[in-house]
């Protein structure tokens, strides 16, 4: 993990395994990396983990390898001189230090290893098992949906969404930067309420471009870019812990193209289906039995600040849902850039790192989705 780095440290280092190049951290050490990426060595140490370079004298040929150049240790250098030698002057206290060592690098032997696609999928189903004990550690969450007497105006604004509103923390992940960085934490979360006809949802981000999306694949927007994304089980009945889709899975998919709204309802498992959708990679396949365009059926409306609010008709989702019961779903969102999907964040499922493999993309894992439960609704207090 290379921590705070700043900057090249000099030209390349020639030795045994090939070019080398350094760069200078933030907190008094140093990364040496191989032309090709591999790690090879950190020089100096992290001022959090070891003792700050303060020897009473210098002394000449003295270690200094379990010493940290203190943090913000600026404008350090390294070179090599025609012998082979490699030295650097280590910034703070312009001292020459000589690294040893680097003639006993090897490269390790060139090999052949074998990954079937047996392999594969044990490597997908331990990413589950590691979510699902993540969630029965920390629950997986329960959303109140309220059926609503009066719909909410769909505006991109949320102020006709009551305080009692009940939001799903999407992603919260990182930190505010120092200085004059622009980089901030993500801030993304989504509600839902329910009329007699409708569902209605909000997502609250600060990504104003979030949904740009080039459509590459018409059938496969979680491909090419940034979507709404709302997981569904209609089937309040269904096995809870199913490791395959059922009747009444399915996915709501909603982006803009050119400016346009495109919305994809992927149903994976409907009785009766006589063509499936096949979503293929090199190592295997999945099906699913219907995948309809339901935009006419939805209404997208942002602020152009990052907000988002969405209407689509019950009837276009096949659901009738009741009050007190509780279905499994979840929400998220897939940020992209360049007509390429680089991102899956869920409110509930976090085994979603995947986004370059079709299948892993495509499927429906409603053992990992959260509950959402259907509530009358609660006029606002204030």
């Known amino acids: 993990m290379v921590v705070g780095h700043t900057r090249l440290l000099g030209g390349w280092i020639q030795g045994k395994v090939g070019p080398m190049f350094c760069i200078n951290g933030n907190m008094g050490n140093m990364y040496l990396i191989t032309a090709d990426g591999l790690f090879v060595s950190t020089l100096f140490h992290d001022i959090r983990l070891r003792p700050n370079w303060a020897a009473p004298a210098a002394v000449r040929n003295m ?3 379990d010493i940290s150049l203190h943090d913000e240790n600026f404008w350090p250098s390294i070179t090599q001189t025609p012998d082979g030698k490699v030295f650097l002057v280590d910034g703070g206290r312009t001292s020459l230090v000589r690294v040893d060592g680097l003639e006993t690098l090897s490269r390790l032997p060139e090999q052949t290893i074998a990954v079937t696609a047996g392999d594969l999928h044990r490597a997908r189903d331990w990413f589950a098992q590691t979510e699902a004990r993540r969630q029965q550690q920390r629950g997986s969450g329960i959303l109140k949906v309220p059926f609503r007497k009066t719909s909410p105006q769909v505006d991109g604004r949320f102020d006709d969404w009551p305080a009692t509103t009940d939001w799903a923390f999407i992603d919260r992940r990182g930190t505010a930067a120092n200085f004059d960085s622009h980089s901030r934490p993500y801030e993304v979360s989504a509600a839902v309420a329910l009329t007699d006809t409708h569902l209605y949802a909000a997502w609250r ?9 080039s459509g590459e694949t018409p059938n496969a927007p979680f491909k ?7 997981m569904l089980a209609t089937d309040p009945a269904a096995a809870p812990n199913r490791n395959a889709p059922a009747p009444g899975d399915q996915r709501l998919l909603i982006t803009q193209i050119e400016g346009k709204t495109l919305a994809l309802l992927y149903r994976a498992k409907v009785p009766g289906a006589k063509e499936p959708v096949a979503f293929s990679s090199p190592w295997r396949t999945i099906t699913i039995d219907v995948v309809e365009d339901v935009t006419e059926h939805v209404t997208l409306v942002t602020d152009k600040q990052g907000n988002f609010e969405i209407s689509v008709s019950l009837a276009a989702l096949h659901w009738q849902p009741k009050s007190g019961e509780t ?3 979840d929400l998220g969102v897939l940020r992209g850039a360049n007509g390429q999907t680089t991102q899956r964040v869920y409110w509930t499922n976090k085994a979603t790192a995947i986004t370059a493999d079709v299948p892993s993309e495509a499927e429906l894992t409603p053992k990992l989705w959260g509950k959402w439960r259907i509530v009358d609704y609660v006029e606002d207090r204030k």
């Open 327 to 329: 279905y499994r779903a």
């Open 224 to 230: 090419h870019g940034g979507c709404l994304d709302m």
């Open 63 to 65: 270690d200094v390898t």
């Open 205 to 213: 981000t600060t990504e104003k471009n979030l949904l740009n999306n």
